[in-house]
């Protein structure tokens, strides 16, 4: 049964590191929850180490000047790994002709890489950072084209598995889903970021950087996407601190309040073993 705390603080004796998510649990995109980067600041002064685990497509230099801007302080942790970080190695290996599917403010994530950007039609591998326009395109909205990459046998990277994310109080597609429906129309899709194995295995070894040797079984994850988050730490046997008041609210919370029954029947839906649950990280 997963149990539910009020405080990080009330936990943090078990654990010596928190693999923490970053958009939905620290910041909805518009604004950042003072109260959970204050709980990520008293869990290093308490002795944890905090390392951020996002499925932002940006390489994590990018995400830190974000964070800043945004108002959440360096104080709250010690590193950052990114969907980013782990997709370059993907870029690496792959076909050297590219196709960027997403905005021009991703193009940092070429940055030294030996990949040469061209159009849709001479392209042998597309990666997925986003949509051109999120505000108002659906996946749908790319359908042509990727059937046309399916025919000519050309895969994607997609640099960000989120389906969905907060931006303010309105949910913004990402990648995820471009390249969801790529996979249903029968197209290769390659992904590095949550839930897979090589970004947890990056902060993993970021986190040994870090601190050291530790054991495993005194880390708690922390996220609120079902699909990535929860799916991602569960799978690498990690405890876990489920943030109820994230994307899935809309299943289980109602006036503002969450209804537990809801809310159980909904982690027993997915399986999802959580450890601990709070509606906002605090």
């Not at 951020?52 to 995400?63: D, K």
């Not at 889903?177 to 290769?188: N, V």
């Not at 405890?239 to 029954?261: C, F, K, N, Q």
Request: contains cysteine; aromatic residues 6%; negative net charge.
């Amino acid at each position: 049964m997963t149990e539910r705390i009020h405080r990080l603080d009330d936990i943090a004796a078990r654990y010596d590191a928190v693999l923490c998510d970053v958009w939905g649990v620290l910041h909805n995109g518009v604004d950042a929850f003072s109260e959970a980067s204050d709980a990520l600041i008293a869990a290093r002064k308490a002795g944890l180490t905090v390392v951020l685990i996002t499925n932002s497509p940006r390489p994590s230099p990018g995400v830190k000047t974000q964070l800043r801007l945004i108002g959440v302080p360096d104080e709250a942790y010690d590193g950052i790994v990114t969907s980013g970080d782990v997709t370059r190695r993907l870029i690496a290996e792959g076909p050297k002709t590219v196709f960027l599917l997403g905005p021009e403010r991703d193009l940092p994530l070429f940055d030294g890489l030996d990949v040469v950007l061209v159009s849709e039609a001479e392209a042998e591998v597309v990666v997925c950072t986003g949509f051109f326009d999120d505000n108002v395109e659906t996946p749908q909205d790319y359908r042509a084209m990727l059937e046309g990459f399916i025919a000519r046998g050309v895969p994607m990277i997609c640099a960000n598995p989120d389906l969905v994310v907060e931006r303010g109080s309105r949910m913004i597609p990402c990648a995820g889903a471009i390249a969801a429906l790529f996979t249903e129309l029968g197209g290769e899709t390659r992904i590095a970021g949550k839930p897979h194995r090589p970004i947890y295995e990056a902060s993993l070894s970021t986190l040994e950087t870090l601190r050291g040797p530790f054991d495993p079984a005194r880390i708690i994850a922390v996220g609120d996407g079902m699909g990535t988050d929860v799916r991602g730490a569960l799978g690498q046997g990690l405890d876990l601190l489920y943030i109820s008041g994230g994307i899935h609210a809309g299943e289980y919370v109602e006036d503002g309040r969450t209804d537990e029954r809801r809310l159980a029947d909904f982690l027993a839906r997915h399986e999802a073993n959580a450890t601990f649950w709070m509606p906002r990280l605090a």
